[in-house]
């Protein structure tokens, strides 16, 4: 999932999907050896690069950002085919720099560059001796973007149980094989080598063309994920890491959204305990009716969207995509109650649609060159989040699973949450029809023997739950190291100032918390 930092809106879909009350199947495919043992293929053309940093040369980047870009190769097992071009943006360290942090937002899907341009204030303290740098991974932001066009309104349709072609079995296996072709149509080349085993090998040719000997790194929500990977395939390249919100490592996607969907319908009662105290809540002014009236304003814009100033339509789960942002952070909360009421009572979808990001919606294939930041398809975040979770879990439901079990399938998503379900179920069936994902990070994310890094677990994080950090230090082994944050909210280090603190000294001067240490809450105040 991406790491809200900002009360500035952004259309940032939840990374983790829902349960199949099912036995997925699936033969294991050869494990990986680490990146630093194994016989290499001869990359030494990508390791010899330099980045080269200049001006942005966008209007809205701030003038003290730069930005600059990586050729890695598309496919490693064959560097000498098509190369893939990265976008990179840093902010210089303001004294003595003992070389770059690397940053991921998460995800998976999160673009980088737009997100440190936003939001950079949050690293301002690292400057005083990293350059602070993130990236637009592989299918993401700028970096050869991935696109399903209509194919993610082809794989809704495929559960939604109020069309008729939706009861018949064959159509919905139809649907969904249809949405599958047309996101690979529109994706490009790309497609195929997305996912964080690859993502990982690009972090490294990073760290050699920032002239880095060791890895710097600072990954929140899906970042953590990408860490791990990171840590399991280069454990000597390991300098200090922090994984902030920490991704689970063996539960398979289809494990994962029932609680997700959980803690989201638990966020969204929250706000709407929040909202009903305020004579303007969209949702009335009763505690009891107003989660009632969320449903019945998702299902409503679902049977009748509504226009949007693009021509476009706005759908009940296209209101979900932008609730589910909102509710990481409580400093949301007064813009998305004002973009609700601006969409119930005028119609008027512009609020809404400012949690969305992007330019033109349309899909562009780049060859592998940097796309300019205008022209990153509208969904970008939500295609390239289905592509790299489907391509880094190896299990996939059968037809035969499918169709016998949709109709549980939507009640216990139902169940698990009447707002979110759906759209959590659409998330794991859009990986049939794609080929089977890699169980390196399942089978071999383990024990990884790298320094120690930095854990951070919030109790009341309602997309990475606690428990995922505990299990994911576990299989990590002795590398790992917990810092136990009490607050809520989705990742610490912006939320948390005992956080951010005991993060910052560890990346700036190698000070270890005590694993198991802890931060108190810091008292919120919602505006």
């Not at 299918?139 to 082809?154: A, F, I, K, N």
């Not at 494990?255 to 009335?284: K, N, R, S």
């Not at 009716?289 to 693009?310: E, N």
Request: aromatic share 6%; charged share 25%.
């Amino acid at each position: 999932m991406l790491a809200k930092l900002s009360s500035r809106p952004a259309f940032r879909r939840c990374a983790f999907t829902g349960v199949l009350t099912l036995t997925l199947l699936g033969a294991g495919l050869p494990a990986l050896a680490t990146a630093d043992d194994r016989p290499q293929a001869d990359l030494s053309r990508f390791y010899r690069q330099k980045v080269k940093w200049a001006a942005c040369g966008t209007p809205d980047a701030p003038k003290d950002l730069q930005c600059g870009k990586v050729t890695v190769p598309l496919d490693y097992a064959r560097p000498g085919g098509g190369t893939l071009d990265l976008a990179l943006a840093r902010y210089r360290a303001t004294g003595k720099s003992r070389g770059s942090v690397l940053l991921n937002f998460g995800g998976p899907g999160g673009a980088g560059v737009s997100e440190l341009a936003s939001d950079g204030k949050e690293f301002m303290d690292l400057t005083n001796g990293y350059d602070v740098v993130t990236f637009d991974p592989r299918g993401v932001g700028q970096s050869s973007p991935v696109s399903c066009g209509e194919g993610s309104d082809q794989g809704s349709a495929a559960v939604d149980e109020d069309t008729t072609e939706s009861s018949d079995p064959k159509v919905v296996l139809k649907q969904l094989r249809t949405a599958a072709a047309t996101c690979a149509k529109y994706s490009g080349p790309v497609l195929p080598h997305i996912g964080t085993v690859n993502a990982s090998r690009d972090l490294d040719v990073m760290r050699q063309a920032l002239g880095d000997k060791k890895l710097n790194y600072l990954g929140f929500s899906y970042g953590t994920r990408l860490g791990a990977v990171y840590a399991a395939q280069f454990p000597k390249k390991v300098g200090r890491l922090v994984l902030d919100g920490v991704d689970t490592l063996t539960e398979p996607l289809s494990e994962q959204g029932i609680a997700g969907a959980e803690g989201q319908q638990t966020a969204l009662e929250d706000f709407l305990d929040w909202c009903v105290q305020d004579i303007a809540c969209p949702f009335g002014t009763d505690a009891r009716s107003a989660p009632d009236r969320a449903v019945h304003l998702v299902r409503s814009l679902d049977q009748d969207p509504v226009r949007t100033d693009f021509g476009d339509s706005f759908s009940g789960q296209d209101l979900v995509g932008a609730i589910s942002q909102a509710l990481y952070s409580k400093r949301m909360w007064p813009t998305l109650e004002r973009a609700i009421a601006s969409l119930v009572e005028d119609g008027d979808t512009r609020a809404i649609m400012a949690f969305s990001s992007g330019g033109t919606g349309l899909p562009h294939l780049s060859g592998g060159g940097i796309v300019d930041a205008q022209d990153v398809p509208l969904d970008n975040l939500p295609a390239a989040l289905m592509a790299i979770n489907c391509a880094d879990d190896p299990d996939r439901p059968t037809a035969e699973q499918i169709t016998k079990n949709l109709d549980g399938l939507r009640a216990r998503y139902e169940e698990a949450s009447p707002v979110f379900g759906r759209y959590r179920l659409t998330e794991v069936l859009m990986c049939y029809g794609r080929p089977r994902g890699t169980d390196y990070i399942r089978a071999d994310v383990k024990n990884v023997g790298s320094p120690k890094m930095l854990l951070v677990g919030t109790r009341g994080d309602p997309a990475t739950p606690y428990r995922w950090t505990v299990e994911t230090a576990q299989r990590l082994g002795s590398s790992a190291v917990v810092l136990d944050n009490k607050g809520e909210g989705h990742t610490g280090y912006a939320s948390s100032k005992c956080v951010h603190t005991k993060v910052d000294d560890f990346l700036l001067y190698g000070s270890l918390p005590a694993s198991g240490s802890s931060c108190q809450p810091d008292r919120t105040v919602v505006p």
